[in-house]
């Protein structure tokens, strides 16, 4: 069975910065795309950024973009999300995704992880 698990979220003042990471199980899944993505209580899963298999072409939310990199490496079937000038709007848990291409649209990823709370505060 296939486990994507994330780790290190946490608790951050504004303007601070975490490193996401997600490690997939499964060493197939290394040559597909890979995703984050965050979820509010009561919202829709919103994009945050992609990566295909190749590392090149990443995609991000506006959002994001200029404070949020994403990066993989694929020896260790790891992708991680480094998130710099945090604000409390990106306060979500987080979810690492895999699928067959970098996209935007959650239905395009059949794996998910369980997902890492951020919480951006002071």
């Known amino acids: 069975q296939v486990q994507l698990v994330e780790s290190g979220g946490g608790l951050v003042q504004p303007g601070g910065s975490l490193r996401l990471s997600c490690i997939c199980s499964?060493?197939?899944?290394?040559?597909?795309?890979r995703a984050w993505f965050r979820q509010a209580p009561g919202k829709e899963r919103e994009f945050v950024a992609a990566?295909?298999?190749?590392?090149?072409?990443?995609i991000y939310a506006d959002s994001v973009k200029g404070r949020f990199t994403i990066s993989r490496d694929n020896a260790k079937n790891t992708v991680y999300l480094q998130m710099n000038s945090l604000k409390p709007e990106d306060t979500d848990v987080y979810y690492c995704?895999?699928?067959?291409?970098?996209?935007?649209?959650?239905?395009?990823?059949?794996?998910w992880g369980q997902g890492t709370q951020v919480t951006v505060s002071s």
């Open positions: 499964e060493r197939t899944l290394s040559s597909i795309a």
């Open positions: 995704a895999a699928g067959g291409r970098a996209t935007v649209i959650p239905s395009t990823y059949p794996y």
């Open positions: 990566i295909p298999w190749s590392g090149g072409s990443t």
